[in-house]
C-alpha cells in the first residue's frame, strides 16, 4: 500500500492506495510546526477504523508548499511506517518536459495536476484548482507543462474585502440565494461580487488562454470550491478532486521509490 500526503497551505491530506484503489483519504488543518507524533496520533487511529496496520505501508510520497511541514512529515514516515518518502519536485521524471524559465519555482501541486490531468484525460487542457491561490495550468497535448496564471484564492479575497473596508461583514462562501446579480442588501451585493466576480475571472480567463493557444482545450477544475463554481458556469468539461492525490500516486509510480536507510529498531527506540 501507498501513503500519499498532500501537504497544501491550508489542509493536510493524507490518503492510502492499494495499487488498485483507494482505502481511504482524510485530511487536517495544515500547522506547519504540527510533530510527527501528533500527525501519527490521528492518522493511526483513522488507518486502523479503515483495516490499515502501519505495517501495511510499504511506500509513501509527498508533496508540499509548504517547506517548514516538510521535516515533520518525513519524520512521520520514517519513524510510524518505517519508509523513506518520496519527495515529489521538479527534477523528478514527470514523463513530460516543464516549459517554464525556472522549473524548481512551480508549485509541486501544479506539476501534480498537469501529470493527473494529462494521464486521466488527455490534452490539450487548462486545469482551474481552486486552493488557497486559485491557480490556471496549462498542458499541452503532449502533457508538457506549459505555465500558467496564478489569482488570488476565493477565500484571501472575502477575508482582505472584510478586513480592508470597516463597514463590510465577513460573509461566508456560497452561490447567491436568488439569480439577480443585483445585491438587495450589503450581504446579498458581497455573495454576488464574490460568486459572480470569480465566475467571469474563470470564464475570462480560460477564453483568453484559448485565443493565446489557438485551439479549443479541455478544461479541468479540481480543489474544494470546484463543485460550487461549477454550478455557475458551463466552462468545466470535469470536476476532480482527486486530482492532486491521483498525481502524487503516479509520479510515485514513475520514479523508483527510496529505501530507508536508518534500521527500525532505531527509529522505534529513538
Given at each position: 500500500?501507498?501513503?500519499?500526503i498532500?501537504?497544501?497551505?491550508?489542509?493536510?491530506v493524507f490518503?492510502?492506495?492499494?495499487?488498485?484503489?483507494?482505502?481511504?483519504?482524510?485530511?487536517?488543518t495544515?500547522?506547519?510546526?504540527?510533530?510527527s507524533?501528533?500527525?501519527?496520533?490521528?492518522?493511526?487511529?483513522?488507518l486502523?477504523?479503515?483495516?490499515?496496520a502501519?505495517?501495511d505501508i510499504e511506500?509513501?510520497?509527498i508533496?508540499?508548499?509548504?517547506p517548514a511541514?516538510l521535516?515533520h512529515?518525513?519524520?512521520?514516515c520514517?519513524?510510524?511506517?518505517?519508509?523513506?518518502?518520496?519527495?515529489?519536485?521538479?527534477?523528478?521524471d514527470w514523463g513530460?518536459?516543464?516549459?517554464m524559465?525556472n522549473?524548481?519555482?512551480?508549485g509541486?501541486?501544479?506539476?501534480?495536476?498537469?501529470?493527473a490531468?494529462?494521464?486521466?484525460?488527455?490534452?490539450?487542457l487548462?486545469?482551474?484548482d481552486?486552493?488557497?491561490?486559485?491557480?490556471?495550468?496549462?498542458v499541452?497535448?503532449?502533457?508538457?507543462y506549459?505555465g500558467g496564471?496564478?489569482?488570488?484564492?476565493?477565500?484571501?479575497?472575502?477575508?482582505?474585502?472584510?478586513q480592508?473596508?470597516?463597514?463590510l461583514?465577513r460573509?461566508?462562501?456560497g452561490?447567491?440565494?436568488?439569480?439577480s446579480?443585483?445585491?438587495?442588501?450589503?450581504?446579498?451585493?458581497?455573495?454576488?461580487?464574490?460568486?459572480?466576480?470569480?465566475?467571469?475571472?474563470?470564464?475570462?480567463i480560460?477564453?483568453?488562454?484559448?485565443?493565446?493557444?489557438g485551439q479549443?482545450?479541455?478544461?479541468l477544475?479540481?480543489g474544494g470550491?470546484a463543485?460550487?463554481?461549477?454550478?455557475?458556469t458551463?466552462?468545466?468539461?470535469?470536476?476532480?478532486?482527486?486530482?492532486?492525490l491521483?498525481?502524487?500516486?503516479?509520479?510515485?509510480?514513475?520514479n523508483p521509490?527510496?529505501r530507508?536507510?536508518?534500521?527500525k529498531?532505531?527509529?522505534?527506540?529513538?
Amino acid at each position: 500500500m501507498l501513503l500519499v500526503i498532500d501537504a497544501g497551505n491550508t489542509n493536510v491530506v493524507f490518503a492510502v492506495h492499494d495499487g488498485e484503489k483507494w482505502r481511504g483519504v482524510w485530511r487536517i488543518t495544515m500547522q506547519a510546526q504540527r510533530t510527527s507524533d501528533e500527525y501519527a496520533v490521528w492518522l493511526l487511529a483513522l488507518l486502523k477504523m479503515q483495516g490499515i496496520a502501519a505495517d501495511d505501508i510499504e511506500g509513501a510520497v509527498i508533496g508540499t508548499v509548504v517547506p517548514a511541514a516538510l521535516y515533520h512529515l518525513r519524520t512521520l514516515c520514517r519513524q510510524w511506517f518505517a519508509v523513506e518518502p518520496l519527495l515529489a519536485s521538479a527534477r523528478l521524471d514527470w514523463g513530460f518536459s516543464i516549459k517554464m524559465d525556472n522549473p524548481d519555482e512551480v508549485g509541486v501541486d501544479r506539476l501534480l495536476n498537469g501529470l493527473a490531468a494529462h494521464h486521466l484525460y488527455g490534452g490539450p487542457l487548462t486545469v482551474i484548482d481552486f486552493g488557497t491561490a486559485t491557480t490556471f495550468d496549462v498542458v499541452d497535448a503532449e502533457g508538457s507543462y506549459c505555465g500558467g496564471v496564478i489569482a488570488p484564492g476565493i477565500n484571501l479575497s472575502v477575508e482582505a474585502l472584510h478586513q480592508a473596508a470597516a463597514r463590510l461583514p465577513r460573509i461566508g462562501i456560497g452561490r447567491p440565494a436568488v439569480d439577480s446579480v443585483i445585491g438587495r442588501n450589503t450581504v446579498a451585493a458581497m455573495r454576488s461580487g464574490v460568486f459572480w466576480g470569480y465566475v467571469g475571472l474563470i470564464e475570462g480567463i480560460v477564453e483568453r488562454i484559448r485565443q493565446e493557444v489557438g485551439q479549443n482545450m479541455k478544461v479541468l477544475a479540481t480543489g474544494g470550491l470546484a463543485p460550487l463554481f461549477s454550478e455557475g458556469t458551463t466552462v468545466f468539461d470535469h470536476v476532480d478532486s482527486m486530482l492532486t492525490l491521483n498525481g502524487l500516486r503516479i509520479l510515485a509510480g514513475r520514479n523508483p521509490l527510496p529505501r530507508l536507510t536508518i534500521e527500525k529498531d532505531f527509529l522505534t527506540e529513538g
